[in-house]
């Protein structure tokens, strides 16, 4: 009986953990990821006797596995493939340098090599699943830095395997007597195990997988199939845990075997609820073992760790990216958007754990590390814009480390002068939105000039004898040189609200009568837009649900004037009708 009342109680106490956690995140703009490990953190050290911390534990490794399962399932060879070529050096050197920064600083408050070289492995690391979720909301994935920012993570989350399998060698070398040829040795050994197994379960599960999950998907059971998923993943990780390598390594390589699968998008949406289910009782359950008390005699250890981490991370891709070109407010927003340490971090600090290289208080250490980072990067990428106007208005006098002549003066023309061009359409960002107008525009026959701050993608618009400036739209000099006072509109196909109101700011102070046409995500925006002086707001979901329900109408044979005239009801409801 007493058993049975300590897994409910340890079950009530996780759901009010996450709820009350998770909803406090959601209403302060927060990651619901935060909330769940500061109500852990709450009821943990309030309710420490209340509740099963083995049982706690066991979910945890259970939402681990099936975590690094699904992110080998959304794997994608062929995008990796296309953004290897432009950031795979910048994105590796950028791990060893945070690595070995914040590895030496660990040596020199006295943690010893081991423990200091898991916590400096977690901090090389950014949050996938924060900085996809906060750009997602923003509408910003499509957009340079949040192609930059999501490629160098892709590039991350895969070193995450080596980085176990390295850091499992050295803590199990480290165990014995050695030399430094020894503890290589246990590293090649790793390595050369991983190799030959990723490449025999590969190989024979090509061949298997793909024909076990169609036979199991012609039953026509959702229950057999969610079965044979898990047992797929279970019985890979066995198989890695046999040769002496983790559970999370197999599980990832048997999310590699379904990726290639026809079924992946069924697998991946049948077993995303339970990874979910699984995930936060493993983000409750780091703030259940975290105890404030002991991190006091680790503040010293704590604070160093989260500056180094914040400002190394963050100062390292700023200087990678700036060498490779891209312009300052790219390299700043990246920069801010990867400056915490990622959820994996919580892996290496169980594996850690587990080997012995950790003990409990380093462990705390790197959970509390990994909880402060996301909590200060999370407001800091939703405010990322305002903080680059704000810190390049304080730093613009100061001597450029990076100087090159396309910032200098925006590309073609004469920089006194501007373009030769009048009576034109300024297209301020060439995204996924702008290059379809352009596109337009050009077929048309009207003149227009692009504004844009990524300069591959300029350059093939020059090539293709489109006007361009190089330069950062909201820079009311760039606006200037593109002859926006000679324009009969500007459009605005850029997501960030805070960029947005400078741009309209700076085209009307250089012309009144301008026309300007601005997209956006929020209907809560549409009106502040309307009160700066924007004539037309577009707003892509709206457009696409006006589009979806002309077709709709029109299939179920709904009178053209009565179609019109709901359309008209809508945009009405709408607020742009």
Same mark, same amino acid.
């Given at each position: 009986?007493?058993h049975s009342?300590?897994l409910?109680?340890?079950?009530l106490?996780l759901?009010?953990?996450a709820?009350?956690?998770? $909803?406090?995140?959601?209403?302060?703009?927060?990651?619901s990821?935060?909330?769940?490990?500061?109500?852990g953190?709450?009821?943990? +050290?309030?309710?420490s006797r209340?509740f099963d911390?083995?049982?706690i534990?066991?979910?945890?490794?259970?939402g681990?596995?099936l975590?690094?399962f699904t992110?080998?399932?959304?794997?994608?060879?062929?995008?990796l493939?296309?953004?290897?070529?432009?950031?795979?050096?910048?994105a590796i050197?950028?791990?060893?340098i945070t690595?070995?920064v914040?590895?030496?600083?660990?040596?020199a408050?006295?943690i010893?090599?081991?423990?200091a070289l898991?916590l400096?492995?977690?901090?090389?690391?950014?949050?996938?699943?924060i900085v996809?979720?906060?750009?997602?909301?923003?509408g910003?994935? &499509?957009?340079?830095?949040?192609?930059?920012a999501?490629?160098?993570?892709?590039?991350?989350?895969l070193?995450?395997?080596?980085?176990?399998?390295?850091l499992?060698?050295?803590?199990?070398?480290?165990?014995?007597?050695?030399t430094?040829? $020894?503890?290589?040795?246990a590293?090649l050994?790793?390595?050369l195990? $991983?190799?030959?197994?990723v490449?025999?379960v590969?190989?024979?599960?090509?061949?298997?997988v793909p024909?076990?999950?169609?036979t @199991?998907a012609?039953?026509?059971n959702?229950?057999?199939?969610?079965?044979?998923?898990?047992g797929?993943?279970f019985f890979?990780?066995?198989?890695?845990?046999a040769?002496?390598l983790s559970?999370?390594?197999g599980?990832?390589?048997?999310?590699l075997l379904v990726?290639?699968t026809?079924? +992946?998008?069924?697998?991946?949406?049948?077993?995303?609820?339970?990874r979910d289910l699984?995930?936060?009782?493993?983000?409750?359950s780091?703030?259940?073992?975290l105890?404030?008390?002991?991190?006091?005699s680790s503040l010293?250890?704590?604070?160093?760790?989260t500056v180094a981490?914040v400002?190394?991370?963050?100062?390292?891709?700023?200087?990678?990216?700036?060498?490779?070109g891209y312009?300052r407010?790219?390299?700043?927003? @990246?920069?801010?958007?990867?400056t915490?340490v990622?959820e994996?971090?919580?892996v290496?600090?169980?594996?850690?754990?587990a080997?012995?290289?950790?003990?409990?208080?380093?462990?705390s250490?790197?959970?509390a590390v990994?909880?402060?980072t996301?909590l200060i990067?999370?407001?800091?990428?939703s405010?990322g814009?305002e903080?680059?106007?704000?810190?390049?208005s304080?730093t613009r006098?100061?001597?450029?480390l990076?100087?090159?002549?396309?910032?200098e003066?925006?590309?073609?023309?004469n920089?006194?002068?501007?373009?030769p061009?009048r009576?034109?359409?300024?297209?301020?960002?060439?995204g996924?939105?702008?290059?379809?107008?352009?596109?337009?525009l050009?077929?048309?026959?009207?003149?227009f000039l692009?504004v &844009?701050y990524?300069?591959?993608?300029? $350059?093939?618009?020059?090539?293709?004898?489109v006007?361009?400036v190089?330069?950062?739209p909201?820079?009311?000099?760039?606006?200037?040189?593109?002859?926006?006072?000679?324009?009969?509109a500007?459009v605005?196909?850029i997501?960030?609200?805070?960029?947005?109101e400078?741009?309209?700011?700076?085209?009307l102070?250089? +012309?009144?009568?301008?026309?300007?046409?601005?997209?956006?995500?929020?209907?809560?925006d549409q009106?502040?837009?309307?009160?700066?002086?924007?004539?037309?707001?577009?707003?892509p979901?709206f457009?696409?649900?006006?589009?979806i329900v002309?077709?709709?109408?029109s299939?179920?044979?709904?009178?053209?004037?009565?179609?019109?005239?709901?359309?008209?009801?809508?945009?009405?409801?709408?607020g742009?009708?």
């Amino acid at each position: 009986m007493s058993h049975s009342l300590s897994l409910i109680t340890t079950f009530l106490l996780l759901l009010s953990a996450a709820l009350g956690g998770g $909803a406090i995140a959601v209403r302060l703009k927060l990651p619901s990821i935060v909330g769940y490990i500061a109500g852990g953190i709450l009821v943990g +050290n309030i309710f420490s006797r209340g509740f099963d911390h083995q049982l706690i534990s066991m979910i945890a490794e259970a939402g681990v596995t099936l975590l690094l399962f699904t992110l080998g399932v959304e794997f994608s060879f062929h995008r990796l493939k296309r953004i290897l070529h432009a950031i795979s050096w910048p994105a590796i050197a950028q791990m060893v340098i945070t690595l070995l920064v914040v590895l030496l600083s660990l040596i020199a408050l006295k943690i010893s090599f081991i423990p200091a070289l898991f916590l400096s492995s977690a901090a090389a690391l950014s949050s996938t699943a924060i900085v996809v979720k906060l750009l997602s909301e923003r509408g910003e994935l &499509d957009s340079i830095p949040g192609e930059l920012a999501t490629g160098w993570l892709v590039i991350q989350d895969l070193a995450v395997v080596p980085i176990l399998i390295l850091l499992s060698a050295v803590s199990g070398a480290s165990g014995h007597e050695g030399t430094v040829m $020894a503890v290589m040795g246990a590293v090649l050994l790793a390595m050369l195990k $991983a190799g030959v197994l990723v490449t025999v379960v590969l190989y024979l599960g090509s061949r298997g997988v793909p024909a076990l999950l169609a036979t @199991v998907a012609g039953f026509r059971n959702r229950e057999f199939f969610l079965l044979t998923t898990i047992g797929i993943v279970f019985f890979v990780g066995l198989l890695t845990y046999a040769v002496g390598l983790s559970v999370s390594l197999g599980a990832f390589i048997a999310g590699l075997l379904v990726a290639e699968t026809s079924q +992946n998008h069924a697998v991946f949406a049948e077993i995303r609820p339970l990874r979910d289910l699984f995930a936060v009782v493993f983000f409750v359950s780091l703030g259940m073992a975290l105890p404030v008390s002991a991190l006091v005699s680790s503040l010293p250890a704590l604070a160093v760790m989260t500056v180094a981490v914040v400002a190394i991370k963050g100062g390292s891709i700023y200087t990678l990216l700036r060498f490779l070109g891209y312009h300052r407010k790219t390299a700043f927003l @990246v920069g801010i958007y990867l400056t915490q340490v990622s959820e994996f971090g919580f892996v290496i600090a169980g594996t850690g754990v587990a080997l012995g290289a950790l003990n409990e208080s380093q462990s705390s250490l790197l959970i509390a590390v990994t909880f402060i980072t996301i909590l200060i990067s999370s407001p800091m990428i939703s405010r990322g814009h305002e903080l680059y106007y704000f810190v390049h208005s304080l730093t613009r006098r100061f001597p450029k480390l990076f100087r090159d002549r396309a910032e200098e003066a925006p590309l073609g023309g004469n920089a006194d002068n501007g373009y030769p061009i009048r009576d034109h359409v300024v297209i301020c960002g060439y995204g996924r939105v702008g290059r379809y107008i352009g596109r337009a525009l050009q077929m048309s026959s009207i003149p227009f000039l692009v504004v &844009d701050y990524n300069q591959h993608t300029l $350059a093939g618009l020059r090539g293709a004898g489109v006007q361009t400036v190089y330069g950062d739209p909201a820079d009311k000099d760039v606006l200037d040189f593109a002859q926006v006072d000679y324009a009969k509109a500007i459009v605005i196909a850029i997501p960030d609200r805070h960029t947005q109101e400078m741009v309209i700011g700076n085209a009307l102070s250089l +012309n009144r009568r301008i026309k300007i046409i601005c997209r956006t995500h929020h209907e809560e925006d549409q009106r502040h837009l309307k009160s700066l002086g924007v004539q037309t707001i577009v707003q892509p979901e709206f457009e696409a649900a006006l589009s979806i329900v002309s077709k709709l109408l029109s299939d179920f044979n709904i009178p053209e004037e009565e179609m019109a005239g709901k359309m008209s009801r809508l945009k009405i409801e709408h607020g742009i009708g």
